[in-house]
């Protein structure tokens, strides 16, 4: 169990929606139980942002995270990886208070992956829908040249290992 | 280009609803074989055989190659299950990163709250 929320009621989990939509498109949905001004803070305040986007769960934490969230912006995130670091970053291509967010990741060797974020809020409730469209098939497929390709191969073996401890839950 | 939806899923186990074609499978499991070898293995017709190994195919299960005269079918499953492993990785990614999202969202909602306690005080 989570120590951390002993004192709450566990929030329901919502379901997680990954699709491949083409060759180049990845996307992800899920609906979190909040209004979207609260979400798009959670994807704009470097100090939220680095709380979630690398959940403690990966064994991996960051060394930093700077974001400049405004068009023509800068972001740039610091993991450690086999003893020296790895970088994330790009630019920030459009920033719409509360509903859309779309940004570059500039780190791959063959072009750049851009991603939309948007937050389409319904009676208190959010919906995320991401969309990441790579460079090319290539670097969705196995990530070999494009977005994360260690953080992934981390990811595997972290979640390798945690499937065979949480299976009892 | 490959489907990665409910459509893709449900044409596999659309496949996979038939005796015939599961028996296939197994055959296949075993070693290659031509189409014609399977339809006298289960006591078809060529042409009904190939319907099946139609199927089979169009869901991913089997590849067939045509080398002379002789169609040969062998087992597909190696690309299902490396869609299926691929999509999973990212959900749990995805789904890893948005259970901390949760709690950081909950956190702001009680902040919130305090706050707007205060403010009308």
Known sequence: ?169 | MVQYGQAHFDTSFGALSDATRRGVLEQLGRADASITALAERFHMTLTGMKKHVGVLEQAGLVNTEKVGRVRTCRLGLRGLEEEAAWIERHRQLWAARFDELDIVVEELKRKEKANGRKKRK
């Open chain 1, 1 to 169: 169990m989570d120590v951390r929320r002993e004192s709450e009621a566990t929030p329901t989990k919502n379901r997680t929606g990954v699709e491949r939509k083409s060759e180049r498109e990845l996307v992800v949905t899920r609906t979190v139980s909040a209004p979207a001004r609260l979400v798009f803070e959670a994807w704009t305040k470097a100090e939220l942002f680095s709380r979630w986007w690398v959940p403690k769960s990966f064994g991996v934490t960051l060394l930093s995270c700077e974001m400049d969230v405004r068009v023509g912006g800068r972001y740039r995130l610091v993991f450690p990886h086999e003893g020296s670091t790895m970088e994330f970053f790009g630019t920030y291509l459009e920033v719409t208070p509360h509903s859309r967010l779309v940004w570059t990741s500039e780190e791959g060797d063959n072009g750049k992956t851009v991603t939309t974020v948007t937050f389409d809020e319904t009676a208190g409730k959010t919906l995320v829908v991401l969309n990441d469209l790579y460079p090319s098939k290539e670097a969705l497929d196995c990530g070999s040249t494009g977005a994360m390709p260690e953080a992934l191969e981390q990811l595997d073996e972290l979640l390798a290992s945690l499937g065979s401890v949480t299976v009892t839950q």
